[in-house]
């Protein structure tokens, strides 16, 4: 299933829609220096967009690495990134958390503290994250806040990221009190704004990782008929081009800079949807482009759009988790996560340290269980989505409607709506959610959450509090 999800031909074929995107329609640049950068290297500059031609992604392509390596804070090496090699750490950047006592709270400083020990403790979360935006420091404190709350109390590498242009040197500095910068021990996630558009602040992390030998991981965030084209293959190409803006940058600016290829693709709905099918189809495809050009990749996986830890959390990140791991996604992210990427919560983390677990098991009887009962019911529709592939054409390539919308445009008007209401519903038919109550799945559910919860208890007690 997952190898039939692009051939070869419709990989060429999306990556030289994308080229044609990046070299006809371009990429707004909110950063005058990242604008200066790509023009001293061979790009078209027309105000603050920055038109990208085929030669100087195929050379940059070339130049980004196949591997990065990522260490501990005690200089031992922790990951290798590359090949299909799977390494998963918490969903991050959550405006909630749900704690050990199911409280529902905005996250606080010593929160972030509690929930990079329990993280410490979990040996299939094989990276730290700065999973909580925490609400007791000020605003302009938060990103720097977060990240040393991680470093104080733990030896595993960290994914992280800036919300403002100066974020940067400060976590730079905080780093450095921490480890060798000869040997990463931290990985900057930057989102370009889709369709086609980088904000200052992240220009400028993309930028500095390269110069300080620090892996970023190019985020594009397609939401299909909201900021990127309606179809799968429409979606693909904006989203290819996004991550290929940010690679090329980023060897402009470093020849041989570690760039991951990565996305958080979601629907439109209360709160995004990403564990939908449409979804996981998406990035499973995606997935497939960057190991081809030969770059470790990443997804958010595990992220599930039940507002509670309940049998479609437990099914949709326990599906999704799995399928990443076997398509060799080299960094998931989203464990612990609910609400799309909106609450993190401690008891769903342990579950999901569970699911990660019996992923490397060849023969587990948990992950056999609910692949087999999905497979079997087509619970949420995963199988028959997963099933057709995707369909990579002229139309559905939605090249006219790209370059229509521009960089910084929207998908969302009327006349787009008329006109690709069929497709969109073809490729993103919403299934039911009461697939997931079938009596078998919630009998697992049961025990995975008791074990998870006599898991969490027992790591609580081993922890130091007295700091946190």
Not at 27 to 46: C, D, I, T, W, Y
Not at 402 to 410: D, R, W, Y
Request: charged share 25%; aromatic share 8%.
């Amino acid at each position: 299933m997952l190898g039939s999800m692009l051939s070869k031909r419709e990989i060429e074929e999306v990556h030289g829609a994308a080229l044609q995107v990046l070299q006809e329609v371009g990429v707004l640049f909110e950063s005058v220096e990242a604008l200066q950068v790509l023009k001293a290297n061979g790009a078209e500059v027309r105000g603050s967009v920055a038109l990208i031609p085929e030669e100087l992604v195929k050379d940059c392509l070339k130049k980004a690495p196949s591997s990065i390596s990522l260490y501990d804070l005690d200089g031992r090496l922790s990951c290798r990134l590359g090949g299909d090699e799977v390494y998963f750490n918490p969903g991050s950047t959550a405006s909630w958390y749900i704690d050990e006592n199911e409280e529902r709270k905005r996250p606080f400083y010593r929160d972030m503290v509690r929930f990079s020990k329990v993280v410490e403790k979990l040996s299939f979360l094989h990276m730290q994250s700065t999973a909580l935006v925490v609400q007791d420091v000020e605003e302009d404190l938060r990103a720097v806040s977060r990240l040393q709350a991680v470093l104080e109390v733990s030896r595993k590498p960290v994914v992280t990221g800036v919300f403002k242009e100066d974020d940067f040197e400060r976590m730079i500095s905080l780093l450095s009190r921490f480890t060798d910068s000869s040997r990463p021990v931290a990985i900057f996630d930057a989102c370009p704004n889709s369709p086609l558009r980088w904000s200052k602040h992240l220009s400028h992390s993309v930028i500095e990782c390269a110069r300080n030998n620090i892996p970023s991981t190019i985020i594009s965030m397609p939401i299909p008929f909201v900021c990127s084209p309606p179809t799968l293959a429409g979606s693909l190409v904006q989203h290819h081009a996004e991550n290929l803006s940010g690679i090329v940058l980023a060897e402009c600016t470093e020849p041989g800079a570690k760039v991951i290829y990565g996305g958080s693709p979601s629907l439109l709905g209360k709160t995004p949807l990403m564990s939908h099918p449409g979804v996981l189809k998406l990035i499973l495809a995606y997935n497939r482009i960057g190991k081809y050009f030969g770059i470790p990749t990443h997804a958010y996986l595990g992220v599930s759009d039940s507002l509670e830890v309940d049998e479609r959390a437990f099914v949709e990140s326990a599906y999704c988790l799995t399928m990443g791991r076997k398509a060799g996604v080299n960094v998931v992210s989203g464990p612990g996560m609910l609400e799309g990427e909106k609450t993190q919560s401690i008891l769903k983390l342990v579950v999901d340290n569970i699911i990660c677990e019996n992923s490397f098991i060849g023969e587990s009887p948990l992950v056999n269980r609910v692949l087999e009962t999905v497979e079997a019911n087509d619970v949420y529709s995963y199988r028959s989505t997963l099933k057709k592939g995707i369909e990579v054409t002229e139309d559905t390539l939605c090249l006219r409607l790209i370059k229509e919308v521009g960089p910084g445009g929207s998908f969302l008007k009327p006349r787009y709506i008329k006109e690709y209401c069929k497709a969109f519903s073809r490729e993103f038919s919403m299934p039911s959610v009461k697939d997931f109550q079938q009596e078998s799945l919630r009998e697992l559910f049961e025990k995975v959450r008791k074990e998870a919860s006599s898991l969490l208890t027992e790591t609580l007690e081993t922890i130091d509090f007295k700091n946190g």
